[in-house]
């Protein structure tokens, strides 16, 4: 079975800087998906960034990249130019490639940014 | 782009009775659905997979007589939480995949938070 690990339960950072958002991964698959979702308040589950493991090229989105780092197991979420909507809990998620599959979460980082 | 719209977004209910949720594709086909629970300032958790036309796979540990899925159609699953208890009180969460276009990433629901008093 697949676990997803996020080893920081809160992480803070000042407006406009830029903050790390932590995740490993355990699987014997060779291809998958990993994800990051924000949480906000509201509880909507919004997806932020993926990336497809067998793409060697980081994914990027805006403000948004990520460090995957396949043989590491590693998939970090960098946030540049952080701003106060960027305020949310973060979950790092993992899906197999099969069509079909679940996501199994992390257990999340809450990100506080300070004005 | 893709919505799923999950109802009710919350509700209160008196311990033993049943509590119905239900998750729409609204504008795609979803063979396969999945309900994740979420207890406050923890992750989510999947429950079950829902399927179209069969039966629901339950994960380890959550009771399938209790925690009732049925997806009679490609656009609709429900959820109906029997006999509630107060432990089962929680954030339920219901995602879908539209199943005409490959790996698309799961469209989340806004979610039900369920109150059993």
């Known amino acids: 079975a697949q676990t997803v690990t996020q080893s920081q339960p809160e992480m803070s950072v000042q407006e406009a800087e830029t903050v790390t958002l932590s995740c490993t991964y355990d699987?014997?698959?060779?291809?998958?998906?990993l994800f990051w979702y924000k949480q906000p308040p509201s509880r909507q589950m919004i997806l932020v960034i993926r990336?497809?493991?067998?793409?060697?090229q980081n994914a990027t989105e805006n403000r948004f990249s990520v460090n995957f780092q396949k043989a590491a197991k590693s998939f970090s979420l960098k946030i540049s130019d952080s701003q106060l909507g960027d305020a949310a809990m973060y979950f790092c998620?993992?899906?197999?490639?099969?069509?079909?599959?679940?996501?199994?979460f992390g257990g999340g980082t809450r990100l506080m940014v300070k004005p | 782009g893709a919505v799923v719209s999950q109802h009710p977004s919350w509700v209160i209910c008196k311990s033993g009775t049943s509590v119905k949720i239900e998750c729409r594709s609204l504008?795609?086909?979803?063979?396969?659905m999945f309900w994740y629970r979420q207890f406050p300032k923890q992750s989510l958790m999947l429950m079950a997979t829902?399927?179209?036309?069969?039966?629901?796979?339950?994960e380890q540990g959550v009771e399938k007589d209790k925690f009732l899925i049925n997806h009679a159609s490609l656009t609709l699953s429900t959820l109906t939480v029997t006999s509630a208890h107060p432990e089962d009180s929680s954030f339920y969460i219901c995602?879908?995949?539209?199943?005409?276009?490959?790996?698309?990433?799961?469209?989340f629901g806004n979610g039900t938070r369920l109150t059993v008093t």
């Open positions: 504008d795609f086909q979803a063979t396969t």
């Open positions: 995602s879908a995949r539209d199943s005409g276009t490959g790996n698309s990433p799961l469209h």
């Open positions: 699987t014997s698959e060779s291809d998958y998906y």
């Open positions: 829902s399927n179209e036309g069969s039966k629901a796979t339950y």
């Open positions: 990336q497809e493991a067998y793409k060697q």
């Open positions: 998620a993992y899906r197999s490639a099969d069509a079909g599959n679940m996501l199994t």
